[in-house]
């Protein structure tokens, strides 16, 4: 009860009701899917430090830039890095990223001279699996060795050669390494041909003591590497360049189901193990959740999963419902008409106000 210390007017507020519930921000998203790589995480094991993906792990992302810097860019076969940059651009501040799936890097094996080359594609997908490598390399005409001087046929002669002899020969350089020309190519799917990605002059494989070992790497001119590619070398022997015929390699994916959508089960995760969707339910700051990648690829448009996909989407649902202050995002079937679309939701999923 306030004092009045002086005659006046004053105005007191009182309270005639129940106050009204504050409502809960409504910027924060969930996506769940696949990404081009996941960060790694350094933990000891065994004394050792070990880089364990961080699959199926919430991690808090706040703007473009940092989902590039952990989850990469935009990649084939992945539709969550296109909801993300969407999200963003229309003003979105705060999402978790939970990756179910890392794509694959297309890559390729070469023998050089005794040694092996492990080419890998430095973007994940089916985008990896279009380009082609060459060494280009040239072989330069040893040098002619110097004549040698007859020998002198008298005494006389003999003291003139000392006079004349020529200095000691100099101490052996070292051997300048070899160097190759690597050319990437990339296959242009609407023209149908192969075309020059990028060139780089003057590389050369170099060895290096790594903790006491022996072992080779490639160095590039200005130490400016390929963006497309990374050359590993798989052997402690110095690859011969003279020994190799230079070809054209293009890099490819050994297992290609891995490029196949992941199933419900990975989606939808485990709440107890906190993978997929289920690992959302440690989070109370969640509005909005979203799985781009449960509709397939245009490709594959003709063997479409309909129990799966209901599977994923109800569960999406069912999630909403148990925590209360979250709404599922759920995407209609692809190349469907409006009135199609109407009867989906109808007709497939549930009746419910946690989904739109």
């Not at 590039?68 to 501040?93: D, I, K, R, S, W």
Request: charged content about 25%.
């Amino acid at each position: 009860m306030p004092e009045y210390l002086s005659p006046g007017v004053y105005v007191e507020e009182i309270d005639s009701g129940p106050k009204p519930i504050e409502g809960v921000s409504t910027s924060v998203a969930a996506f769940v899917g696949f990404t081009e790589r996941v960060p790694q995480e350094s933990r000891r094991l065994g004394g050792k430090a070990v880089a364990e993906p961080q699959l199926n792990t919430p991690i808090l992302v706040t703007s473009w830039h940092q989902y590039e810097e952990n989850f990469g860019g935009f990649v084939e076969g992945a539709y969550l890095p296109h909801a993300v940059y969407g999200f963003f651009q229309n003003g979105g501040t705060r999402c978790y990223i939970i990756s179910v799936q890392e794509m694959p890097r297309a890559q390729r094996e070469l023998t050089v001279g005794g040694s092996k080359l492990l080419i890998t594609s430095k973007k994940g997908g089916a985008e990896g699996s279009r380009l082609r490598v060459k060494l280009n390399y040239e072989q330069l005409p040893a040098p002619s060795a110097p004549a040698t001087p007859a020998p002198a046929a008298t005494g006389e002669a003999k003291e003139e050669d000392k006079k004349t002899a020529a200095p000691p020969p100099s101490p052996k350089k070292t051997a300048e390494p070899e160097t190759f020309d690597l050319v990437v190519e990339s296959y242009d799917v609407t023209s149908g041909q192969w075309q020059v990605a990028e060139t780089l002059r003057d590389v050369s494989f170099q060895e290096v003591q790594d903790s006491g070992k022996k072992k080779v790497e490639v160095a590039y001119q200005f130490n400016r590497g390929s963006r497309l590619v990374d050359i590993e070398v798989a052997s402690e022997q110095t690859p011969s360049l003279a020994k190799y015929s230079p070809t054209w390699e293009q890099l490819k994916i050994d297992n290609k189901d891995k490029l196949v959508a992941a199933g419900g089960p990975e989606l939808v995760g485990n709440v107890s193990d906190r993978t997929g969707i289920g690992s959302l339910e440690m989070l109370d700051d969640v509005s909005i959740v979203c799985v781009p990648d449960l509709m397939p690829q245009p490709e594959t448009f003709d063997n479409i999963d309909l129990k799966m996909i209901k599977y994923v989407q109800d569960q999406m649902v069912s999630h909403c419902e148990l925590m209360g202050d979250r709404v599922a995002i759920l995407d209609p079937l692809p190349n469907l008409s409006p009135q199609q679309v109407k009867d989906w939701k109808q007709n497939y999923l549930p009746d419910s106000s946690y989904a739109t």
